[in-house]
């Protein structure tokens, strides 16, 4: 009898051994960047700073289609999830990349980007969520079908629970939703002009698609921040925005979701919202099962330089004076990072309102104050530090632009002027969509871009001069000058296209599609009737009559007295950044004390190394991901390369050239004891080829 317990046990000994071993060989990325806290981090230590120059390709996935993919996939159970640049969703074994499903329809859904999808499971079920358009899907994950009990035969309209005024307006999303239990809340973008619809942050049923909850960004009468907007701004035609695009994360044990927005509409001029605009601009903790709101910070009063925040943040522990502190961190586009703890909101490192100047355009009312945090320091060099010294000794045109910079305003937080205000870093970041890295050692690793851009505000064309005009240029002039230029010539360098000669380059079917739908981050103007799109087009084809036509409904939709020029970089006569380098960098910071471990230059500009001049930084779009071993990987750059970086000093440990540039987040995960790190490399944003490949690096 004791001879067979013990064997008994042995077997029962075993069977728990092999287990563990079984399961320590499999670690998935289960959410976007990594996991509910947002920290794109990883356990897995296979790969090492000892042998990373020995990675080799594993496998590649050919998508059917080619362009900007921002995806940061999911692995769950040996599954790879991901999207393409005609936003299909798919799933690949993730041991080879071959594809088991894929969904979509790529003629009607180009125009999108993606960043990624959803999952989730009760233990039974397996469903993906993601978004096409204004849709959001709900697919069986095991064969990519839609699940018919979810919503309207598998999808919800994105519009669903937003007021009567938003049900025609422009809105989709670009970022993968927070599941907490059976809800998902769902970020959504719009338009960034006056005609944006509101950015209620609002919960879905995982298994109905039912609203659930839903707390108004604009509050309503007797809700909390109500008179920071001017009277019933919530239900003006004029007033929208303070969306969530950027995505959240999640606090699942304490039950509480954390949401940063961005700014109200219309971008550049706040006239018709003075107030300071809660809830803009803010990080929000909220009730992850009801939507009320436990806390609040505003990062930008009263936003008039597009200063949304840009990515989801941090949820760390950090260690001060002997004690742990669970804090959140929110990275911004002005290069400050901003840290709470996390169930009080209470900031970890002071933050001092500081006086910021007036605005000279007439009815715009700057907040005098913006909240400027003791530490960390900036990561990113700001407006109020350039000097002529800075204009870029590469330049040909170096007298010229210090000729320009003279006249323009530098001060940070200086509003949009007439003479033009630059605008650094940029509307870009800073901080961008990628967001930071965080390793449980309390340390926050950023990648920013150090580009500057020129706000120049100009006079609304009066209605009288307005009259004057054709129909369809009058739509051209109040719709799309701030992008494309009264001249049409745009601004190919910012990534705004010329529209002149767009009938030898596209047909009118396609322009009308992409005035309907948006393409990238054009915002589809869906409040335009389809006559009204057709004079446009006719317009841009200079087939429209030439008679006046004085009661275009476009005349009715100009409520502002002053706009933007457009996203307008400063740049050189090559298309070069006009300021010194590094136009990107890379920095690792600690929180437990708010100081700098270690910031370089992010990248090489590609022009100027040929010349044999190296680490100039360059734009850079997508986050890094950290390793337990101690790895930083990061694509992100124009360059194109996919490189590892030593977490502990900021040194490059190996590189390698991409098929296409990878802006996008990379994943890491391991199968049958092998670990893999795969990037979306789909190119084309800052000029770059397109790309159609997702790449997976693996040791040999």
């Known amino acids: 009898m004791k001879i067979k317990l013990i064997i008994c046990l042995s077997a029962i000994l075993g069977f728990i051994s092999s287990f563990t071993f079984f399961s320590n060989e499999h670690e998935d990325w289960p959410e976007y960047l990594g996991g509910a806290d947002r920290n794109h981090y990883s356990k897995l230590t296979q790969i090492t700073p000892e042998n990373v120059n020995q990675l080799k390709i594993a496998w590649t996935y050919t998508t059917p289609d080619s362009g900007q993919m921002q995806v940061n996939p999911i692995i769950v159970d040996g599954i790879l999830y991901g999207v393409t640049a005609s936003v299909q969703a798919f799933a690949l074994d993730a041991a080879t990349g071959k594809e088991i499903w894929r969904f979509g329809d790529p003629l009607k859904n180009w125009a999108s980007t993606s960043r990624g999808v959803s999952y989730w499971s009760n233990g039974i079920e397996k469903r993906i969520l993601y978004t096409v358009g204004p849709n959001l899907w709900a697919l069986d994950a095991k064969n990519g079908k839609p699940i018919k009990s979810f919503g309207n035969e598998g999808k919800v309209d994105l519009h669903t629970g937003l007021p009567p005024i938003a049900q025609n307006k422009f809105i989709i999303s670009n970022t993968p939703g927070t599941v907490f239990e059976d809800l998902i809340v769902m970020p959504v973008r719009l338009s960034e002009g006056e005609d944006a619809a509101p950015g209620d942050i609002r919960a879905f049923d995982v298994k109905t698609g039912k609203l659930v909850w839903t707390f108004h960004t604009i509050p309503y009468p007797n809700e909390f921040g109500y008179e920071t907007f001017p009277k019933d701004a919530y239900k003006n035609e004029y007033t929208g925005a303070a969306n969530n695009w950027a995505g959240m994360a999640v606090d699942r044990k304490r039950g509480i979701i954390f949401v940063p927005t961005g700014s109200a509409g219309y971008d550049f001029y706040g006239g018709n919202r003075n107030g300071k605009n809660l809830f803009a601009n803010c990080l929000l903790a909220l009730d992850a099962r009801t939507g009320k709101r436990i806390w609040h910070f505003q990062t930008t ?12 943040p941090n949820l760390m522990t950090i260690n001060q004076n002997g004690k742990k502190i ?6 911004t586009k002005q290069g400050y990072v901003f840290v709470f703890d996390r169930v009080t909101g209470k900031p970890i490192f002071p933050v001092k309102e500081v006086p910021v100047p007036k605005s000279s355009l007439l009815g715009e009312l700057a907040w005098p104050t913006q909240p400027i945090p003791s530490k960390p320091a900036p990561f990113a060099r700001q407006s109020n530090t350039l000097t002529e010294k800075d204009i870029s000794p590469y330049a040909e045109n170096r007298e010229e632009l210090i000729k320009n910079f003279r006249k323009y305003k530098t001060a940070l937080y200086h509003p949009g002027s007439k003479e033009g205000t630059v605008i650094f870093p940029g509307y870009d970041g800073g901080a961008e969509w990628g967001g930071a890295a965080a390793d449980p050692e309390g340390i926050l690793y950023v990648n920013a871009n150090e580009m500057a851009w020129i706000q120049t505000m100009v006079e609304t064309p009066k209605e009288d001069a307005l009259a004057q005009l054709s129909a369809g240029e009058k739509l051209y002039t109040t719709t799309c000058v701030s992008c494309h230029g009264i001249d049409r010539k745009g601004n190919p360098k910012s990534n705004y296209p010329s529209l002149i000669d767009i009938n030898k380059k596209r047909d009118k079917a396609f322009v009308n599609n992409i005035i309907s739908n948006g393409k990238g981050m054009m915002p589809g103007f869906t409040t335009l009737t389809a006559s009204e799109k057709q004079a446009i087009v006719s317009f841009l084809f200079g087939e429209e009559k030439k008679e006046v036509v004085s009661d275009s409904k476009s005349t009715k939709k100009v409520f502002l007295p002053f706009r933007s020029t457009g996203y307008n970089k400063f740049l050189d ?20 004390t708010g100081e700098y471990l270690w910031r370089i230059p992010f990248g090489n500009e590609p022009a100027l190394e040929q010349k044999g001049i190296k680490n100039t930084g360059v734009e850079n779009y997508g986050g890094p991901v950290v390793t337990a071993s101690g790895l930083i990987f990061i694509a992100a750059t124009k360059d194109g390369f996919f490189r590892a970086f030593n977490k502990n000093n900021g040194k490059i440990l190996w590189e390698t050239k991409l098929p296409a540039a990878g802006f996008a987040t990379p994943s890491t995960y391991q199968i049958n004891g092998k670990q893999y790190v795969v990037i979306a490399c789909g190119g084309t944003k800052l000029g770059t080829p397109k790309g159609n490949k997702y790449v997976a690096f693996a040791l040999p």
């Open 573 to 592: 006569s090559n298309g070069l950044p006009a300021i010194t380098p590094p136009w990107g960098s890379f920095s690792a910071i600690n929180l437990n």
């Open 326 to 331: 669970d804090v959140v961190a929110q990275v």
């Open 301 to 312: 009063h009263h936003d008039i330089w597009d200063r949304d925040l840009p990515a989801p």
